[in-house]
C-alpha cells in the first residue's frame, strides 16, 4: 500500500453544510474497512469551474453535485451519459486517469431503487403515475418513469410552463395538470410523487387535495426532512405504501461510491440510522 493515494471524494453545493452524504460515505468506508475520505465542498456558482478543474490534482476522484451546480456540472464533462443528457443535469462527476471528467446523473436510478425496495409489489403499468413539481428532480424521476414502462405520467406544478416545456421534453406519455388540479390527478394515479421542495422543513405546506388517495397507492415524497411528510401521513392513513425521500439519496449514491472507492456498497437498515444520526 505504501506510495499508493488515498481516494478523495465529496459534495459539492452552494451552501452544502447540510448534506448527509459525508456521513453516508464515511458509514461505508468504515464498515468496509476502505482507505478513503468524503468530504463538503462549499463553492459558489461563479467558481464552479475553475474549483472543479483543480480538484484531479488535489487527489480528488470525483465529486457529487447538488443544488445550484447539476447543469454546470453536465456542462463541463467531456463524456456524459445518456441519462444525464437526457435529464440536462449531471449529479455525479468522475475524474478518469486520462484528465477528463465524466458527467452521470444517478437520480433516476435511485428513485426507482428505493421504490422498488419499500414497494415490491409495485408495478410501473399499474396505471398512471402523478409527478408533482417541475424542477430537476421532477425532470430525473419522469425520466426514469418512462424507461421502465408507466404510460401516463400526470405532471402538475405550481408554474404551469415549466410543467408544459417538460411534457415538449419528453413526449406524449406526459400530461400537464393545471396545480389548481392537482388533487384530481392524484385521483387518478396510482403511483404519486412529490418532487417539490413543499413540506420540507422551513418550506410551505404541500397543500394539494390528498382525500383520493387509497389502498393500492404507492405514495412516494422525495423530501426526507422531514422523513415523515403530510403526504406520507395521509397515504398510510388511506392505506397506501409509502415510501419516504431519504432511500432515493441512499441508492442514488451507490453508483458514485463504487466507480471511485471500488467496491458497491449496500443499502440497508444500518445505513439509514447511520445517516440519520
Excluded at 43 to 72: W, Y
Excluded at 193 to 218: A, C, F, K, Y
Aim: aromatic fraction near 6%; charged fraction near 20%.
Amino acid at each position: 500500500m505504501s506510495g499508493e493515494k488515498i481516494p478523495v471524494a465529496g459534495v459539492i453545493g452552494y451552501p452544502i453544510s447540510h448534506s448527509k452524504s459525508p456521513a453516508l460515505f464515511r458509514h461505508w468506508l468504515e464498515r468496509m474497512e476502505l482507505p478513503g475520505h468524503y468530504v463538503h465542498l462549499h463553492i459558489a456558482p461563479e467558481d464552479f469551474d475553475a474549483s472543479v478543474r483543480q480538484l484531479p490534482k488535489m487527489g480528488f476522484v470525483g465529486v457529487n453535485v447538488t443544488l445550484p451546480h447539476k447543469h454546470a456540472a453536465l456542462a463541463i464533462a467531456d463524456h456524459k451519459t445518456d441519462r444525464a443528457v437526457m435529464i440536462g443535469a449531471a449529479n455525479t462527476l468522475i475524474f478518469r486517469k486520462d484528465g477528463l471528467i465524466h458527467a452521470d446523473n444517478t437520480d433516476g436510478y435511485g428513485f426507482v431503487t428505493n421504490l422498488r425496495a419499500n414497494a415490491p409489489g409495485w408495478n410501473p403499468r399499474s396505471g398512471p403515475a402523478c409527478v408533482l413539481g417541475a424542477g430537476g428532480a421532477a425532470r430525473a424521476v419522469i425520466a426514469a418513469l418512462i424507461d421502465i414502462g408507466v404510460e401516463r405520467i400526470l405532471l402538475s406544478n405550481r408554474t404551469r410552463g415549466k410543467a408544459d416545456a417538460m411534457r415538449s421534453d419528453f413526449g406524449s406519455r406526459v400530461e400537464v395538470v393545471n396545480w389548481v388540479d392537482a388533487g384530481e390527478a392524484v385521483d387518478d394515479a396510482t403511483t404519486i410523487i412529490n418532487t417539490t421542495s413543499l413540506g420540507m422543513v422551513g418550506q410551505p405546506e404541500l397543500r394539494v387535495p390528498l382525500d383520493g388517495l387509497r389502498p393500492g397507492d404507492v405514495v412516494n415524497d422525495l423530501v426526507y426532512a422531514p422523513l415523515e411528510t403530510r403526504l406520507l401521513r395521509e397515504g398510510r392513513a388511506a392505506g397506501a405504501t409509502v415510501v419516504d425521500g431519504l432511500g432515493m439519496l441512499l441508492h442514488q449514491a451507490v453508483p458514485g461510491f463504487e466507480r471511485w472507492f471500488g467496491k458497491r456498497p449496500e443499502v440497508d437498515e444500518d445505513t439509514r440510522l447511520a445517516v440519520l444520526g
